[in-house]
Structures are given as structure tokens and as C-alpha cells.
């Protein structure tokens, strides 16, 4: 499938959470098989390119898109979790949101030093998590040069928020306003 064919599985719900936003919904990208395995394909050869040694991916939607890169890649998977959700010794980093905090942990023995990760996930907004995860994986060892979204909201400055630390940003797709 293309990209264009893909942006179509993309449905808008507007003015949710909030009025005014228009939300970009992957389920129905996730429900639709070709579509889904297509998006893993894309991802997954952008990731080859990048030279990726292992897959990165933030709680919940980056490890469904993650999880499907490395094993399209036959690569390991890095789940980067919520506080308090790996059983075994972490590191973590605090971030902020737009009305708080919230904070990313990841067992650093997952990660080997120098090892190339690309991080994964639905989609980039603002960076915020996104930044958190390329912090917290470069504390662990590893190289962070690259990460892939399924959606851009560039309006919303994200992906230059990336590429302003050094990390390369692609996406399939992207959508105006937020």
C-alpha cells in the first residue's frame, strides 16, 4: 500500500480530548491488516537504512508500532515504560507535559553501549515523550540518531524539536493543525 493509501486508514475525530482539537485515531489503521502490515514495512526499511541495531518504543502505542519494526527487522525491542512497570533495576528521566509532569523508565541492562536504536511510535507532536526517550536511552549507552512516527503534526514542532538535538526524523504521513 502507499503512504497516500495509508493516510486514508487515518480517521479524525474532532474536537476530542478537547474542542478545537482534531484527533488523528490509528485504530483504524491497526484494525485494517494490509494497511497495518504495509505501515511495518515502511517503518521497517527506514529503520534498515538508519543501520538500527534495536528498536525503541514508548508505552503504550510505540510498542505496537516498535515491536512490529523489530520483529519485520528480526531485532530486539526496547520498551521504555511508565514508572513503576519493569520488575528489574531502572533509570528514568522526568519530563514535562503541558499541565505537569510524567517520567520514562527503562531497564538499562536491555541496552548495550554504543548500540544503534531507533526509536518508534505512533506519533510526534510537541516531543516532549519523544525527547524524554532519546535522553534516557542515550543514558543507558546507547546511540540515539534516528526515530520514525506513523504521523507528523509539524504545527506543533516536534520533529524539529528532535532534529535540534541531533536526531534524524522521518514519518509515513502528516496532518495540518492539532
Known sequence: MTVEELKALIRTVPDFPAPGIQFRDITTLLAHGEGL???????????RLAGAEAIAGMEARGFIF??????????GFLPIRKPGKLPASTIGVDYDLEYGTDRLEIDPGAVEAGQKVVIVDDLIATGGTALAAAKLLRQAGA??????FVIDLPELGGAQRLRDTGITVDSLMAFDGH
Open 143 to 148: 546511540e540515539v540518531g534516528q526515530a520514525l
Open 66 to 75: 516498535g515491536a512490529g519494526v523489530a520483529v519485520e527487522l528480526g531485532l
Open 37 to 47: 502490515a504495509a505501515t511495518m514495512r515502511h517503518l521497517g526499511e527506514a529503520a
